[in-house]
T-cell receptor
Framework: GAVVSQHPSRVICKSGTSVKIECRSL??????MFWYRQFPKQSLMLMAT?????????EQGVEKDKFLINHASLTLSTLTVTSAHPEDSSFYIC??????????????FGSGTRLTVV | QQPVQSPQAVILREGEDAVINCSSS?????VHWYRQKHGEAPVFLMI?????EQKGHEKISASFNEKKQQSSLYLTASQLSYSGTYFC?????????????FGKGTKLSVIP
């Protein structure tokens, strides 16, 4: 099945530094990648949608200059949290759109990245 | 718009059944169900397309009522491994609307 590998699984960084999170599709081409953020005991909130080779589309209230998304290839999408602050601490998850015969599209998730900003 | 899930939480004893509901205020193309355990990413359970179909996965099944814009997830003879938070994700019927919008989740706890 379609697998998305997400790294790192956990990262602790100092306030003011930047952190890059990678999501790779291992056995399929991910033309569209979704990035979510999840705070403790809350739902997954869509941050942005990225399509390979084009600029990401950000959801309302998400700062595009703070959360940089790059989707330069069909197998790699990255999210960089710039000038991180403690309030950016969260669980970040990527999800790729995958074609499923007879069903149209499904979505496969990466394993998530727990970001802690100290 | 975020779909509404109910109940917010439920506690079951092993072997008992549960129903989790998901309703939307907008027309839907599909409903996706996921289970998430603490500290892990969501795991896909099933997709339901418009057409009122019902699907099953072991002792977990689901239905989708397109007209009512509602979906229900049925867990029968629950096992300890069913514990987790269940999310429904809805995809709108608009052209090009590929993103999923998730409900707030239903926390299911199965106890011995």
């Amino acid at each position: 099945g379609a697998v998305v590998s997400q790294h790192p699984s956990r990262v602790i960084c100092k306030s003011g530094t930047s952190v890059k999170i990678e999501c790779r599709s291992l056995d399929f081409q991910a033309t569209t990648m979704f990035w979510y953020r999840q705070f403790p005991k809350q739902s997954l909130m869509l941050m942005a949608t990225s399509n390979e080779g084009s600029k990401a589309t950000y959801e309302q209230g998400v700062e595009k200059d703070k959360f940089l998304i790059n989707h330069a290839s069909l197998t790699l999408s990255t999210l960089t949290v710039t000038s991180a602050h403690p309030e950016d601490s969260s669980f970040y998850i990527c999800s790729a759109k995958v074609g499923i015969p007879g069903v149209n599209y499904g979505y496969t998730f990466g394993s998530g990245t727990r970001l802690t900003v100290v | 718009q975020q779909p509404v899930q109910s109940p917010q939480a439920v506690i079951l004893r092993e072997g008992e059944d549960a129903v989790i509901n998901c309703s939307s205020s907008k027309a839907l193309y599909s409903v996706h169900w996921y289970r998430q355990k603490h500290g892990e990413a969501p795991v896909f359970l099933m997709i339901l397309l418009k057409g009122g179909e019902q699907k099953g996965h072991e002792k977990i099944s689901a239905s989708f009522n397109e007209k009512k814009q509602q979906s229900s997830l049925y867990l029968t003879a629950s096992q300890l491994s069913y514990s987790g938070t269940y999310f429904c994700g809805t995809r709108g019927s608009g052209a090009g609307s590929y993103q999923l919008t998730f409900g707030k989740g239903t926390k299911l706890s199965v106890i011995p």
